[in-house]
């Protein structure tokens, strides 16, 4: 690994860190030499994550709790300070994608419980790194956005629109921040997650023939991603939005290729259990 890439002597917090793009992102960062402190609402998987790094010989830590309580925040930003005494990167990845179905049917709880997850809690967590490290020392921050927030689809509307804010709250924060904090975020088409799965799971070849690269997203895509945003090599990059979504966006100029996705919005529900 170049001396550009390697994260060796930092400190990351990853949120919505036990499984899927969360978990990839604390596996790649530790993989760079980065110590990880991961957080995620299930104590038991929060455990494991933990215990994996930490025999794939990375240094690891961890705290279950959920994004949504502002006392967790400042608590896991104290159990980095408290393990490795500086924190260079925040991960915000926790969101949810509920509620579903058309807007008009949207439950008003419901609807600010999104917010609080998916924008103010990235917000919440940013102020208490600044505050307690990142205004003296610098660092990086990556928000995990979606494709969907540049356009609008069926039945997500709650999500897109929370997303499409979070999208708004990294470039601002990449402005007020700057220099010493950059800000950036990463937008993933469909990837191959649990919170995604009902999209995927039945239609996976149809939807993968709808993608000019021709398959759907794996987690390891965007945590690669996210690795070169917070290293030395995008040192000049900060509010930007990096897509990885293959090619989602420019579906439409290849011929013969269907928004498969959309169609699966329309007729499927997510596992909210």
Not at 91 to 107: C, F, H, I, K, Q
Request: glycine share 10%; net charge negative; charged share 20%.
């Amino acid at each position: 690994m170049t001396s550009e890439l390697s994260l060796e002597g930092r400190v990351a917090v990853v949120t919505g860190g036990s499984r899927g793009i969360g978990r990839a992102v604390a596996v790649a960062l530790a993989g760079a030499g980065a110590r990880v402190c991961v957080t995620a609402r299930d104590p038991g998987a929060v455990r494991e994550t933990v215990a994996a790094l930490t025999k794939s010989g990375a240094e690891a830590t961890g705290l279950a709790g959920s994004v949504a309580d502002p006392a967790h925040l400042w608590e896991l930003t104290e159990r980095a300070l408290d393990a490795y005494g500086r924190l260079d990167i925040l991960v915000n990845n926790a969101a949810t994608n509920e509620p579903y179905g058309p807007l008009m049917e949207a439950d008003p709880e419901a609807w600010r419980a999104a917010f609080t997850v998916n924008v103010e809690a990235p917000l919440r967590l940013v102020q208490c790194a600044w505050r307690a490290w990142m205004s003296e020392h610098g660092g990086a921050v990556v928000n995990i956005c979606t494709e969907g927030a540049g356009h609008v689809g069926p039945r997500v509307g709650a999500y897109g629109t929370s997303k499409a804010a979070l999208l708004h709250l990294t470039q601002q924060l990449a402005g007020e921040l700057a220099p010493s904090v950059r800000v950036n975020s990463v937008s993933p088409g469909l990837v191959r997650t649990e919170m995604a799965r009902f999209v995927w799971e039945h239609a996976e070849e149809s939807v993968a023939r709808g993608l000019p690269l021709g398959r759907i997203g794996e987690p390891e895509d965007v945590a690669r991603a996210v690795r070169w945003l917070v290293s030395d090599e995008a040192a000049w990059v900060t509010g930007a939005d990096l897509l990885v979504d293959g090619g989602t966006r420019v579906r439409a100029a290849s011929p013969g290729l269907t928004d498969a996705v959309h169609q699966q919005l329309r007729h499927r529900l997510p596992d909210t259990r």
